[in-house]
């Protein structure tokens, strides 16, 4: 198994590469911001590792030649938008088999994206322009670059001509990090298979389109999702928001609450508190999955078990402490946990069914989220200190994984047509 040995200081030479011209000084004006949390971690061995194995290295110094190349903001803000979803297109490709591999890790694989887009923020936030550029502009270039490389400007349905039912997926980034750097995540993985692909059911086909999303607070309190999701809503059959969940298992979870946990997010900081939306007031404390779970808990999907998971976390109307409620919440209580728990997953979950109601659809648009199995590493490949970045078992886990998110979706989509009548 290769392994790269990457020094502390070669990230910061890295960023600088590049992204000034000598002969012209940057004109006066908000100086380039330090690594984030996230971007730092491309120090470590095991993120270069992937890069270098997938060929997801070459994206960013790409990304540094253009910017630098850049005459003045316009040309930068079409760079950035073009190599951002460059990017998307090009994990989108190699989940499903086209074009070149660039190395050796399979194909499958989510974290190239994730360390390639990284990397390539870290080299936009050094960037250091021959013309003024301010910090809302510098911020607009960072928010373009992360919603291009996500899909999320990307999702294009078929006409309704065409025959074929419309499907939104999205995914999340690798998250836990710290815990250990190698790890992936397979609803990212099950994003970039699923992206653009036709679903063959018995009721008929279905196009689905798939986004993925970042584990950091500030960008769902920011109205990412909402932004991300409300034009296309009114026009899909079916939604599931995707994470992993559970060891072993799916689970199709069957309240979404209102509450932030405090967990860290992938740049270490926690949120506590009542999930911030727009319009507070008419804010609920619970949203309800309009999958059609008992179908797809019922239906041969794949080797892990699908389970209905109706358990909530409350506080009930008139008490002072949270309580365990396995069959859902009682009326008038206080979200402390929904089925998916108190982080992001229940967040993503709570948003998009929210939002869902909010344009007054939900008994129309089979909608909810799926929790994916924890997607581990062979038995003697555990130890994060000692493992290597992939083995058979963990490629084997994620693929089956994936393709039993499809199944799902196959599943919950002939149910709903028979529901339709």
């Known amino acids: ?190 994003a970039l298979a699923l992206d653009g692909t036709v679903i063959r059911t018995a009721d008929g086909p279905a196009r689905v389109e798939a986004a993925v999303f970042p584990v950091r607070w500030r960008d769902f309190a920011r109205g990412a999702v909402e932004r991300a999701l409300r034009p296309q809503l009114p026009l899909v059959d079916l939604f599931a928001t995707v994470s992993q969940g559970r060891v072993g298992r799916f689970d199709v979870e069957r309240a979404n609450g209102a509450w932030r946990g405090g967990f860290a997010d992938n740049e270490n900081i926690g949120r506590t508190g009542t999930i911030p939306v727009a319009d507070p007031a008419s804010q609920p404390q619970w949203t309800t999955t309009t999958l059609p779970y008992a179908a797809v808990t019922a239906a041969d999907t794949g080797r892990f078990p699908v389970y209905d998971h109706p358990e909530v976390t409350e506080i009930p109307a008139g008490g002072a402490g949270p309580v365990v409620r396995p069959d859902g919440p009682t009326p008038g209580s206080a979200a402390r946990a ?59 886990n994620r693929l089956d994984i994936v393709a039993q998110v499809r199944a799902i979706l196959a599943a919950a989509l002939g149910a709903a047509e028979r529901a339709r009548g």
């Open 1 to 190: 198994m290769h392994r790269i040995r990457v020094r502390a200081g070669i990230l910061g030479l890295a960023l600088a590469a590049g992204l000034s011209s000598p002969a012209a000084a940057a004109p006066a004006g908000p100086a380039p911001a330090p690594p984030t949390v996230e971007e730092q971690r491309l120090a470590q061995a095991v993120p270069q590792e992937i890069l270098a194995r997938s060929g997801f290295g070459t994206a960013a110094p790409r990304f540094a030649r253009l910017l630098a190349a850049s005459p003045s903001y316009a040309s930068a803000r079409r760079v950035v938008a073009r190599e951002g979803s460059a990017l998307w297109r090009r994990a989108v490709d190699r989940a499903q088999g086209r074009g070149p591999a660039g190395g050796d890790l399979s194909r499958d694989d989510d974290r190239p994206l994730y360390w390639a887009r990284l990397d390539m923020t870290s080299r936009l936030r050094a960037w250091k322009p021959p013309f003024a550029v301010t910090e809302r502009q510098r911020a607009a270039l960072t928010d373009s670059l992360e919603r291009t490389s996500r899909g999320q400007g990307d999702i294009r349905f078929p006409r309704r001509s065409e025959g074929l039912r419309r499907v939104l997926v999205t995914g999340f980034d690798p998250f836990t990090l710290d815990r250990d750097v190698r790890i992936s995540n397979p609803s990212g993985a099950a």
């Open 338 to 396: 929904g089925g998916g728990g108190d982080y992001l997953s229940n967040e993503i979950a709570y948003r998009a069914t929210l939002l869902r109601d909010r344009l007054g659809l939900h008994d129309s648009l089979p909608g909810g989220h799926v929790h994916t199995p924890v997607l581990e590493f062979a038995a003697g490949n555990a130890d994060p200190a000692t493992g290597t970045v992939t083995d058979a078992e963990f490629v084997r």
